[in-house]
């Protein structure tokens, strides 16, 4: 049986993170709203880094970009695989459901997440030609006024009102005001970095995982290091709202790997420490052999790292999955405390999985077969179980005839076999 970690040996090396270039475009991200529908100027941002580092893309009609690391080694087959690193720039968000009458919103969330976070949230709406500031209240607004019925209020969107910081008395003024429903809003990602480390923000997901692709992507360039295959940098924007990847990966890819969220909780595996790589999300598992070099390119290199298995989870590796397309398929976490709101994660977390990423740009396909689009034999197919993990074992089985008509009591015989 064909060995089943036989992965292409090549030459690699964990390279320097610029952590302060990681660190700005982090900042830089988090300073543009971008709910999802509402994306065009944080696009405009990202292919101007692309730019700066001198990475060629192209966009599509709706603005998703797919940027290439170009294969700069000589490659003696020609039908070469591509990769694909995938994040996304969209974020959560609200748009205005309902005027009421007395000039207060009803809102709608954008992407899946509990109101519980937005209560106290501080958002801009952006109307056709303009923007108000203000703040998501819930109905109940007032311990002074409704006491103790404040802490029994329901939890759900239809218990929140956005309240804007103009002179809005009825839903005249909120018209007289070019306030529509349909207008969106975004909510302020009020970051903070601290000192030791801790990076705390709404939107990390997944601006931050965008800035540490973006840092590895410098850091590949600024080496001059080998890249064995097109590596596609994808960034798309509507994850949020569950289809993402699904129209963006081309026919020459082979393997994708998301680069987001990874939830810290009790029971759960990822923390704020290394780089979380989940074997199983909601989509299903993950690709066996892409997981496990994953896993090993971490062991090999000294990045600390941690499994982890996600309940309820949604990624764009499982979005191009679920497209159709013929991929395998990984996940890479930052792993973060908190989400969806005001999340935390850790700068050094986010430097560890950029390091990764720059191993697995410089390690080629993850299996020699997967150069073909076809294969024609089960010869050449991959392997997850050696032989000895399927030897069968067989227990001692008693006769049954015995155990009926009994046994002298001085003579008890071995069970037959």
């Known amino acids: 049986m064909r060995a089943r970690y036989a992965w292409p040996e090549r030459e690699m090396k964990k390279l320097p993170i610029d952590a ?13 709203p971008s709910p999802a529908g509402l994306t065009d100027e944080i696009v405009h941002y990202t292919g101007r880094q692309l730019n700066s580092l001198g990475i060629d893309y192209q966009l599509t009609r709706r603005g998703t970009i797919r940027a290439v690391l170009r294969r700069n080694m000589p490659e003696r087959r020609k039908n070469s695989p591509a990769c694909a690193l995938v994040a996304h720039l969209d974020t959560l968000g609200a748009m205005v459901r309902e005027i009421k009458e007395d000039g207060r919103l009803a809102l709608q969330p954008i992407g899946t997440w509990s109101s519980r976070w937005a209560e106290g949230g501080r958002v801009t ?16 607004a007032s311990g002074h006024v409704y006491n103790e019925a404040i802490d029994s209020q329901p939890v759900n969107w239809d218990q929140l009102e956005l309240r804007i910081d103009e002179d809005i008395r009825s839903a005249a003024d909120a018209r007289a005001l070019n306030i529509q429903i349909g207008d969106f809003v975004a909510f302020d990602a009020s970051p903070e970095m601290l000192d030791n480390g801790y990076v705390v923000s709404r939107h990390l997901d997944d601006k ?34 569950g289809s993402g990847a699904r129209a963006v990966i081309e026919s020459m890819v082979s393997e994708v790997i998301g680069i987001d969220i990874g939830p810290v909780a009790s029971g759960q595996g990822a923390r704020e420490e290394g780089v979380t790589i989940p074997l199983m999300d909601s989509a299903g598992p993950h690709d066996y052999h892409l997981t496990r070099r994953l896993l090993r390119l971490c062991s090999e290199h000294g990045i600390p790292c941690q499994r982890d298995v996600f309940r309820f989870y949604h990624s764009d590796a499982g979005a191009a999955v679920s497209a159709g397309h013929d991929v395998r398929t990984a996940l890479l976490c930052f792993g973060a405390d908190a989400s969806h709101g005001y999340e935390r994660t850790k700068l050094s977390v986010l430097v560890n999985l950029a390091e990764l990423l720059t191993l697995y740009i410089q390690s080629g396909p ?6 073909h689009d076809r294969l024609d034999s089960v010869d050449q197919f991959s392997h997850q179980l050696d032989a000895d993990q399927l030897q069968r074992v067989d ?10 008509q009994g046994r002298d009591a001085d003579q008890p015989g071995e069970p037959a076999a």
């Open 20 to 32: 302060d270039y990681l660190k700005t475009v982090m900042l830089e991200l988090l300073a543009i």
């Open 125 to 140: 709406l952006f109307t056709e030609n303009g923007r108000y500031r203000g703040s998501v209240l819930p109905l109940l």
């Open 208 to 241: 931050a995982g965008v800035a540490a692709m973006l840092a590895a992507a410098k850091a590949v360039v600024d080496s001059g290091v080998p890249v064995p295959m097109d590596c596609h940098i994808v960034f798309t924007l509507t994850e949020e709202v």
């Open 366 to 371: 993850t299996l020699p077969e997967d150069r």
């Open 395 to 404: 227990l001692p089985r008693p006769d049954p005839s015995e155990l009926v």
